[in-house]
């Protein structure tokens, strides 16, 4: 297997992400925008909450996002429901989003007429995990139907979060969700992270979630000005 | 970006895996064994379906397993209790199964003592489409909590597939799952595809899909012998 020069030229991909991600933080810091990335698999609801969530902020807060797929602008309709501006990020064969794309995408988007920027990556709980899109803070998405053990089984990505999210409680009886499981699963991979469980369709851990969200942007303000 | 260098260190690992994967072919052809493949995003529920499906199928049939996954031998551990033999493949940080390393964990295991042998790849919907693995079926699976428009956004691996099984049917109404849309998208990506709707919790379905395994290995034994 040729498998030294693939990870070889993986790192001068990687090299070069790592570049325009450093430039993308820099531009968001400047313009005061907190930046918000999510990762899951395929299905765990990632859209779902997202809508949600920028239907919540806006009364509030200046909104916009991202959204990555191989394939189709389902997501971007989607999303475009809540009313924020939402571009689509179609990826052809590629299982995740690179910072490049992110950039070329907020070309001719004002990052000062925003407070939070989303960014939905690619359903994908791999490939996604070693890219930096230059954003202030990486969810790692689960829904209860998945099971407990994805950590386990993908502690790259979890590793590469900042915060997990339990979606779907509301299916998490019907499919006999292990909660203490779960946890120790994310704490064995992650000592310390922070989960917050919601549902997105009952609207269960949504307004924690809000909160949560609000008091970053504040933190991040905060720091951006000293 | 240096896609195109990418691709093409990319298309030689393919080349060569594609050299394996027919050496394993006609391998499984000389012993007459029948292949299954699995495919699926993480959680799809690959693993209770297989567990499931060993243990109908060990009265009549002799069966093994390999399952690939990251990390962990979880997924190993749990299919054992079906009592057949099955052997974990962790990939490390590769995101699919090669048929270099199916080659590899085969070597200890008489082919000829199997009916049919079943290999669970990493729990993906991108890496593992273009990686043939020498099987005579690959099923993608979609668990009806993912949505209905998975092969829309997973084309290729859709198309790499043979047959599509819909899992966890006993939670379609609790997620409100149009069945119509899931055909849509199937049909619209694949034409012709058949699909299997199962439950591996209650069982529903799995009658069906057994008797379809049997009818592939007498077809795949009569072709074998001409």
């Not at 994908?124 to 954003?135: A, H, K, M, W």
């Given at each position: 297997m040729s498998e030294p020069r693939l990870v070889e030229v993986r790192r001068n991909v990687l090299k070069q992400n790592d570049v325009i991600a450093r430039a993308l933080r820099e531009q968001f810091r400047g313009a005061g925008v907190f930046v918000v990335s999510l990762v899951s698999s395929p299905g765990s609801g990632k859209t779902t909450f997202l809508e949600k969530t920028l239907t919540q902020l806006q009364p509030r807060y200046r909104v916009a996002a991202l959204v990555g797929d191989l394939a189709t602008e389902n997501d971007a309709v989607r999303l475009a429901r809540s009313k924020a501006p939402v571009k689509q990020i179609t990826t052809g064969s590629l299982c995740h989003l690179e910072a490049a794309m992110v950039q070329n995408a907020l070309q001719d988007w004002n990052l000062q007429n925003m407070d939070f920027l989303f960014i939905e990556n690619v359903g994908?709980?791999?490939?996604?995990?070693?890219?930096?899109?230059?954003?202030n803070l990486r969810l790692v998405l689960m829904s209860v139907t998945e099971g407990e053990d994805k950590p386990l089984k993908y502690p790259t990505i979890f590793n590469s979060a900042d915060v997990a999210v339990v979606t779907k409680t509301d299916l998490a009886d019907a499919v006999e969700f292990n909660w203490e499981a779960a946890q120790h699963s994310v704490q064995s991979v992650r000592p310390g992270m922070q989960i917050f469980r919601l549902s997105a369709k009952t609207g269960e851990g949504m307004n924690e979630f809000q909160t949560f969200l609000s008091q970053k942007l504040a933190e991040h303000r905060s720091i951006a000005q000293i």
């Open positions: 994908n709980l791999v490939c996604p995990s070693s890219y930096d899109l230059g954003e």
